[in-house]
């Protein structure tokens, strides 16, 4: 899968995003509507994209979410394709998923539709081009709640205008055990940018994964929006890559010493937590960038980050019991950090 991949500048951001939140005009927001209400968004959207030839139609399957398990729905969030919110049942829900995983209409969330594009690395001008596509599409044959003078209407008045956000998932391990992190999350809240932890609003910071975003919409243009963005997330890559090499400079043999341990821990750990996990792989992560660790590549790193979630687990092995799905990831990361040396050499 896509998330898989190491793209641009993927030793600091593993995946960016693009997120265009739209409304139908006339139906109550998902909160407000009833359940005829809320199926018929999901019919007119399902028809906008799955009963119309467009280049969309054959990537694209629906899935409702209203039969899923909660296990499964977490799975899927784990996977940053639908949010922690979709997981409630009081609502009417589904999502419009391409095959690859990259495209995903997110139904009767806060807002009727929330198109996300996501791609690896930093590469918010695809995400942005695939999003404004898929919007054009499905405006063909619904018609969206719109203001000559606001723009798109949404439910969060920090939406309302573009309905764009943008987001990058960073790694930033050398910020974070500077202790200089929090200097640049206040300084990005200063610039009107949103930092949450690896699963969006309300979430912590694990494995020094951190998820920016934009917090205003209103008042620019899409293109407007993605240069300052841009321009802000270079400046965050600048200074995680400068801290990197200072703390390789002035602390060189602690920094290594820490990073070989959990290279060994992951390798023959028999019981691991999730959290653990994350830590430890965070730590190889940051060696093989730095060039300690040269025997496991930042893919296979990336791969095991999702294989050993909690609901991921928990789908594929069928595992409701925590201490069996700890020592299932442990066995799950052995087994990965083996195949990852062994296609090295």
Request: some cysteine; hydrophobic content about 40%.
């Given at each position: 899968?896509?998330?898989?991949?190491?793209?641009?500048?993927?030793?600091?951001?593993?995946?960016?995003?693009?997120?265009?939140?739209?409304?139908?005009?006339?139906?109550?927001?998902?909160?407000?509507?009833?359940?005829?209400?809320?199926?018929?968004?999901?019919?007119?959207?399902?028809?906008?994209?799955?009963?119309?030839?467009?280049?969309?139609?054959?990537?694209?399957?629906?899935?409702?979410?209203?039969?899923?398990?909660?296990?499964?729905?977490?799975?899927?969030?784990?996977?940053?394709?639908?949010?922690?919110?979709?997981?409630?049942?009081n609502?009417?829900?589904?999502?419009?998923?391409?095959?690859?995983?990259?495209?995903?209409?997110?139904?009767?969330?806060?807002?009727?539709?929330?198109?996300?594009?996501?791609?690896?690395?930093?590469?918010?001008?695809?995400?942005?081009?695939?999003?404004?596509?898929?919007?054009?599409?499905?405006?063909?044959?619904?018609?969206?709640?719109?203001?000559?003078?606001?723009?798109?209407?949404?439910?969060?008045?920090?939406?309302?205008?573009?309905?764009?956000?943008a987001?990058?998932?960073?790694?930033?391990?050398?910020?974070?055990?500077?202790?200089?992190?929090?200097?640049?999350?206040?300084?990005?809240?200063?610039?009107?940018?949103?930092?949450?932890?690896?699963?969006?609003?309300?979430?912590k910071?694990?494995g020094?994964?951190?998820?920016?975003?934009?917090?205003?919409?209103l008042?620019?243009?899409?293109?407007?929006?993605?240069?300052?963005?841009?321009?802000?997330?270079?400046?965050?890559?600048?200074?995680?890559?400068?801290?990197?090499?200072?703390?390789?400079?002035?602390?060189?043999?602690?920094?290594?010493?820490?990073?070989?341990?959990?290279?060994?821990?992951?390798?023959?750990?028999?019981i691991?937590?999730?959290?653990e996990?994350?830590?430890?792989?965070?730590?190889?992560?940051?060696?093989?960038?730095?060039?300690l660790?040269?025997?496991?590549?930042?893919?296979?790193?990336?791969?095991?980050?999702?294989?050993?979630?909690?609901?991921?687990?928990?789908?594929?092995?069928?595992?409701?019991?925590?201490?069996?799905?700890?020592?299932?990831?442990?066995?799950i990361?052995?087994?990965r950090?083996?195949?990852?040396?062994?296609?090295?050499?």
């Amino acid at each position: 899968m896509w998330y898989t991949e190491c793209g641009k500048d993927g030793d600091v951001v593993l995946s960016s995003r693009v997120r265009l939140a739209r409304n139908l005009k006339g139906i109550p927001f998902p909160a407000r509507a009833n359940e005829e209400a809320q199926n018929l968004v999901l019919s007119r959207c399902r028809e906008a994209m799955l009963e119309r030839e467009n280049p969309w139609q054959r990537q694209v399957k629906f899935i409702d979410l209203s039969v899923m398990e909660p296990y499964e729905k977490q799975a899927i969030a784990e996977r940053h394709l639908i949010s922690p919110q979709m997981m409630d049942n009081n609502v009417k829900r589904g999502i419009l998923l391409s095959d690859d995983n990259q495209l995903s209409i997110l139904l009767n969330e806060e807002d009727h539709i929330r198109i996300q594009v996501m791609a690896a690395g930093f590469d918010l001008e695809r995400c942005f081009q695939d999003a404004n596509q898929v919007d054009d599409l499905m405006e063909e044959t619904v018609e969206y709640a719109f203001d000559n003078r606001i723009g798109y209407l949404t439910c969060c008045p920090t939406n309302a205008g573009t309905g764009m956000r943008a987001s990058v998932m960073v790694h930033l391990p050398a910020l974070t055990l500077s202790g200089t992190v929090n200097q640049v999350i206040d300084s990005l809240a200063q610039l009107g940018m949103t930092v949450r932890g690896i699963f969006g609003e309300g979430s912590k910071a694990v494995g020094n994964l951190y998820q920016i975003s934009n917090q205003l919409t209103l008042g620019a243009t899409e293109e407007d929006i993605l240069e300052k963005f841009k321009q802000i997330v270079e400046e965050v890559i600048e200074k995680e890559r400068e801290m990197r090499k200072r703390l390789l400079q002035t602390q060189k043999y602690k920094l290594e010493d820490r990073l070989m341990r959990s290279l060994g821990i992951l390798k023959y750990a028999v019981i691991l937590n999730s959290d653990e996990a994350m830590k430890r792989l965070s730590d190889v992560r940051l060696g093989i960038e730095l060039g300690l660790i040269g025997d496991i590549t930042l893919e296979t790193v990336n791969s095991i980050i999702y294989e050993v979630l909690p609901a991921n687990i928990m789908k594929k092995y069928n595992l409701s019991d925590p201490t069996e799905r700890d020592l299932k990831r442990a066995e799950i990361v052995r087994e990965r950090m083996e195949e990852g040396c062994s296609k090295i050499d």
